[in-house]
């Protein structure tokens, strides 16, 4: 017994000296290793967040070490801030790494403009991770640029502090943001970038004028109102680089390129007005619902004249009309959950030269719907339909394009007319074949009107897309919408080429004319 106790203990202590090897961490000998050199924090607007970067550190060698030391160059005072190891900080001491292991150091940054200002609206604003000192000194670079912006957001009026709520149409609302009051606030110009937060309104009376290169950012949960008699005038024009110069964008205010086609990233414009709104060269990208353009329970009919526009990565609708009067002409449109193009509860509509495609990843979206009723509250509302589409590509990932519905019999009228167009509609179940909406056998002409247009019942006609996945709704040479279109007078693509193209003489179907490349 005796002897076995001595083994245990003898053990015992031997797996103790064993384990404590293990762990004896020697001083770093400036060897460590870097995922990268220098880290690029993307562009961020002057006191917002940016998101979280990674910088991975290796121990190669076969032992275990300690890191004197890790901070950033400028110490407390820094504008970046660092996470090693799990705790957050700008100086670290004794970091431990093991064999053959390796680390994760997580990077963020805020930085005010103001304490850096200069005659430019950019700057960069650097740094650098130092590790260890002396010989073993090792290091890498921090880099931000910073961008000046104008900031848009609610007012927070002494002595209650509560943000301030915008009066629409007349009636309060607990909806945060900032009405649009002085000349400055209503003319957006291209100097610097807007940044909104909440919802910017432009009130009754008044117009918001925007200028051709202006870009504006929305913050999350945020967005554009035009109330009942402001207006909207969007003065984008036509861009010669791919910098789209002189293109209007509206997008959220994540600048990071992980960022740039996700979804859902502001609410998008609100537009209720029955003025004059025209939309110019404007590209708007990655909100909920693009343009929602409604006016229920009033006489008021919500406008909008959209030119030569881009609608994107929406998470519903590019655009959602009630009961709305919209003219466009070189629009094109993309990837939304449920339509590209939604025009319910009736309404007038007139487009030429559109392209409205939907790659969207989602069960049964399409590009165009449209529809004479709104149901809410178990309540049926109805409204006259006329809608035109001269010209127009609508085509998208499912097999039915074009999505419509007519819920009144003779209270109210429908009218739709497709002239020249190409629309998708892939029929293998015959679930459309006795609808009289559509353009088979048995169609009503009184309702639903095709006229030269090409009906893709199967997916070899196609309008040969670019890239949809990029939102690059150029047509390629195979395209089938190529020479195939009427001449109504629209002289120009959306990119600014002529139309025709003077080599055929023969417009087109869409937004976009198809030009060989060189």
Same mark, same amino acid.
């Given at each position: 017994?005796?002897?076995?106790?001595?083994?245990?203990? /003898?053990?015992?202590?031997?797996?103790?000296?064993?384990?404590?090897?293990?762990?004896?961490?020697?001083?770093?000998?400036? &060897?460590?290793?870097?995922?990268?050199?220098?880290?690029?924090?993307?562009?961020?607007?002057?006191?917002? +967040?940016?998101?979280?970067?990674?910088?991975?550190?290796?121990?190669?060698?076969?032992?275990?070490?300690?890191?004197?030391?890790?901070?950033?160059?400028?110490?407390?005072?820094?504008?970046?801030?660092?996470? *090693?190891?799990?705790?957050?900080?700008?100086?670290?001491?004794? *970091?431990?790494?093991?064999?053959? @292991?390796?680390?994760?150091?997580?990077?963020?940054?805020?930085?005010?403009?103001?304490?850096?200002?200069?005659?430019?609206?950019?700057?960069?604003?650097?740094?650098?991770?130092?590790?260890?000192?002396?010989?073993?000194?090792?290091?890498?670079?921090?880099?931000?640029?910073?961008?000046? !912006?104008?900031?848009?957001?609610?007012?927070?009026?002494?002595?209650?502090?509560?943000?301030?709520?915008?009066?629409?149409?007349?009636?309060?609302?607990?909806?945060?943001?900032?009405?649009?009051?002085?000349?400055?606030?209503?003319?957006?110009?291209?100097?610097?970038?807007?940044?909104?937060?909440?919802?910017?309104?432009?009130?009754?009376?008044?117009?918001?004028?925007?200028?051709?290169?202006?870009?504006?950012? =929305?913050?999350?949960?945020?967005?554009?109102?035009?109330?009942?008699?402001?207006?909207?005038?969007? &003065?984008?024009?036509?861009?010669?680089?791919? $910098?789209?110069?002189?293109?209007?964008?509206?997008?959220?205010?994540?600048?990071?390129? @992980?960022?740039?086609?996700?979804?859902?990233?502001?609410?998008?414009?609100?537009?209720?007005?029955?003025?004059?709104?025209?939309?110019?060269?404007?590209?708007?990208?990655? $909100?909920?619902?693009?343009?929602?353009?409604?006016?229920?329970?009033?006489?008021?009919?919500?406008?909008?004249?959209?030119?030569?526009?881009?609608?994107?990565?929406?998470?519903?609708?590019?655009?959602? $009309?009630?009961?709305?009067?919209?003219?466009?002409?070189?629009? /094109?449109? %993309?990837?939304? +959950?449920?339509?590209?193009?939604?025009?319910?509860?009736?309404?007038?509509?007139?487009?030429?030269?559109?392209?409205? /495609?939907?790659?969207?990843?989602? =069960?049964?979206?399409?590009? *165009?719907?449209?529809?004479?009723?709104?149901?809410?509250?178990?309540?049926?509302?109805?409204?006259?339909?006329? !809608?035109?589409?001269?010209?127009?590509?609508?085509?998208?990932?499912? %097999?039915?394009?074009?999505?419509?519905?007519?819920? !009144?019999?003779?209270? *109210?009228?429908?009218?739709?007319?497709?002239?020249?167009?190409?629309?998708?509609?892939?029929?293998?179940?015959?679930?459309?074949?006795?609808?009289?909406?559509?353009?088979?056998?048995?169609?009503?002409?009184?309702?639903?009107?095709?006229?030269?247009?090409?009906? /893709?019942? &199967?997916?070899?006609?196609?309008?040969?897309?670019?890239?949809?996945?990029?939102?690059?709704?150029?047509?390629?040479?195979?395209?089938?919408?190529?020479?195939?279109? !009427?001449?109504?007078?629209?002289?120009?693509?959306?990119?600014?080429?002529?139309?025709?193209?003077?080599?055929?003489?023969?417009?087109?179907?869409?937004?976009?004319?198809?030009?060989?490349?060189?």
């Amino acid at each position: 017994m005796r002897n076995c106790l001595l083994l245990f203990i /003898a053990g015992f202590v031997v797996l103790l000296t064993s384990c404590r090897n293990d762990f004896e961490f020697e001083s770093s000998t400036g &060897n460590l290793e870097f995922s990268r050199d220098t880290v690029y924090l993307d562009t961020v607007f002057t006191n917002i +967040g940016s998101s979280t970067y990674t910088l991975k550190v290796y121990n190669r060698s076969d032992k275990d070490i300690s890191i004197p030391s890790i901070r950033l160059g400028e110490g407390e005072q820094s504008k970046y801030r660092l996470m *090693v190891d799990g705790l957050p900080g700008r100086v670290f001491n004794d *970091v431990e790494l093991l064999a053959k @292991d390796s680390m994760y150091i997580f990077i963020e940054t805020t930085i005010d403009y103001t304490e850096y200002a200069n005659e430019n609206t950019n700057f960069l604003y650097t740094d650098k991770i130092e590790f260890d000192n002396g010989s073993n000194y090792q290091k890498v670079e921090l880099v931000t640029l910073v961008q000046d !912006a104008i900031f848009i957001k609610p007012d927070r009026p002494l002595p209650t502090d509560m943000k301030e709520t915008l009066t629409i149409s007349g009636q309060p609302s607990d909806i945060q943001g900032h009405e649009l009051a002085t000349p400055e606030e209503l003319h957006w110009t291209s100097e610097k970038p807007y940044v909104v937060y909440g919802y910017a309104l432009v009130p009754n009376g008044s117009t918001l004028t925007v200028d051709a290169g202006a870009r504006v950012h =929305f913050h999350a949960e945020s967005g554009l109102i035009v109330d009942d008699s402001g207006a909207l005038l969007i &003065n984008g024009e036509q861009s010669v680089t791919e $910098a789209m110069e002189n293109e209007v964008i509206f997008e959220g205010d994540r600048l990071e390129p @992980d960022f740039a086609n996700i979804s859902g990233q502001w609410n998008g414009i609100f537009l209720l007005s029955g003025q004059e709104n025209t939309i110019n060269h404007l590209t708007l990208k990655n $909100a909920t619902v693009g343009i929602l353009i409604d006016r229920l329970f009033d006489e008021t009919v919500p406008k909008l004249t959209i030119n030569n526009s881009q609608i994107y990565n929406c998470t519903n609708f590019g655009i959602l $009309a009630r009961a709305a009067t919209i003219s466009g002409n070189n629009l /094109a449109m %993309n990837n939304a +959950g449920e339509a590209s193009l939604a025009c319910t509860l009736g309404g007038t509509y007139s487009f030429k030269h559109c392209t409205f /495609a939907n790659y969207f990843n989602s =069960f049964n979206q399409v590009p *165009v719907a449209l529809n004479d009723y709104q149901v809410i509250d178990d309540v049926l509302y109805l409204s006259d339909m006329d !809608a035109t589409f001269d010209n127009c590509i609508i085509y998208g990932s499912g %097999n039915y394009a074009l999505s419509m519905e007519r819920q !009144a019999e003779d209270e *109210v009228s429908f009218t739709s007319k497709f002239n020249n167009c190409l629309i998708k509609l892939i029929d293998n179940s015959n679930q459309l074949r006795n609808e009289p909406l559509y353009p088979f056998d048995g169609n009503d002409p009184a309702l639903a009107q095709y006229n030269n247009c090409i009906i /893709a019942e &199967n997916s070899n006609i196609n309008p040969d897309f670019t890239a949809t996945s990029d939102n690059d709704l150029n047509l390629g040479e195979n395209s089938d919408a190529i020479d195939v279109a !009427a001449d109504i007078g629209i002289t120009t693509d959306l990119n600014g080429k002529a139309r025709p193209n003077p080599d055929t003489g023969i417009p087109d179907i869409g937004a976009y004319e198809y030009y060989v490349t060189e």
